[in-house]
């Protein structure tokens, strides 16, 4: 699975991520070349981070809202990274 921003300026490899064991089985041989490379990337790692700080926001969101709005805030779950946070 491939993360990629609307201008596919940058894509991460999300079973860069995952454990090994998992990650293995996941894969093609060519694939695990480009996953392999995309690991060594440090933007890679910093969009990572991103990605999980906005989902754990997301998540105590939706924890709280989900009850009473359910259609709205899965709605509102799409988002879009600014120029700035993409140069991090």
Known sequence: MEVR???NNFSVDIEVFL???IRESAKSESRG???AN???V???W???DEAIVISYSVFRLLRIELVTRPE???KSLEFKLTPEQLKN
């Open 19 to 21: 454990p090994e064991n």
């Open 5 to 7: 921003n609307n201008n």
């Open 46 to 48: 910093r969009i990572l």
């Open 38 to 40: 995309r690991s060594k």
């Open 42 to 44: 440090e933007k890679n």
């Open 72 to 74: 709205e805030n899965l």
């Open 33 to 35: 070349e480009s996953v």
